[in-house]
Each structure stands twice: as structure tokens, then as C-alpha cells.
Nanobody, 122 residues
Framework: QVQLVESGGGSVQAGGSLRLSCTIS????????GAWFRQSPGKEREGVAY???????VYADSVQGRFTISADNYKKILYLQMNSLKPEDTAMYYC????????????????WGQGTQVTVSS
């Protein structure tokens, strides 16, 4: 049974930084594909960043240049470094693992975490 647990969310002022972590347990695949999504009340879920087994990454235009996704494949941890945070980044952030199909930021993932809240005040 694969489980994902996010941590690192919190409240920060605009311009600040946070680092989210997602610990993956019960992992069995040799290759790795993971992503971060976010959703705020009344809005659709948005793909934020994706990383593959070779370190290749994809970012949403809204976070390009401010967020960085990384992964420790040995420790099975997915990270999201968020800098220059804006109030519009406020959302529940979810990690996802094992892309089964579709585009990286809109595709179907096998496993999801429960989410961690990020709140950015102006």
C-alpha cells in the first residue's frame, strides 16, 4: 500500500518562502514520477510542478521561476521549494505519485496525499 504524507505548509507573508515535503512509503516502482497540485476554494485543481525519474521538470506558468520541484529518489521524498510567495498562491497543496497517463500537470496519478495548507498574506 503506497502512502503519501505532505508536510511543511503554513502561513507566510507575501514575498516569503516555504518548503513542502512529501514522504512516500510503500513505494515499489523503479522509475519515479511525481508532482504537486494545488486547489483553493471555488477553483479547479491546478498542476503546479512535475518531476520525472531523470530529474526533468515541468512547471505551471504561474509559478515558473519561483517554485522548484526536486526529489530524493533514495529516501523517497518529493519537495517543493516555494519562493517569492504571493497571496494567490494560497491553497491546499497535494503531492501525487506515479503518472499513469496524460500530461504531467493534468494527468492521472495513481496515488495522492491528503494535502497541506499554504496561506500567504499580503
Amino acid at each position: 500500500q503506497v502512502q503519501l504524507v505532505e508536510s511543511g505548509g503554513g502561513s507566510v507573508q507575501a514575498g516569503g518562502s516555504l518548503r513542502l515535503s512529501c514522504t512516500i512509503s510503500g513505494y515499489t516502482r523503479i522509475t519515479f514520477s511525481g508532482a504537486w497540485f494545488r486547489q483553493s476554494p471555488g477553483k479547479e485543481r491546478e498542476g503546479v510542478a512535475y518531476i520525472d525519474n531523470y530529474g526533468g521538470s515541468v512547471y505551471a506558468d504561474s509559478v515558473q521561476g519561483r517554485f522548484t520541484i526536486s526529489a530524493d529518489n533514495y529516501k523517497k521524498i518529493l519537495y517543493l521549494q516555494m519562493n517569492s510567495l504571493k497571496p494567490e498562491d494560497t491553497a491546499m497543496y497535494y503531492c501525487a505519485y506515479d503518472l499513469r497517463g496524460g500530461l504531467q500537470l493534468r494527468g492521472d496519478y495513481s496515488y495522492w496525499g491528503q494535502g497541506t495548507q499554504v496561506t500567504v498574506s499580503s
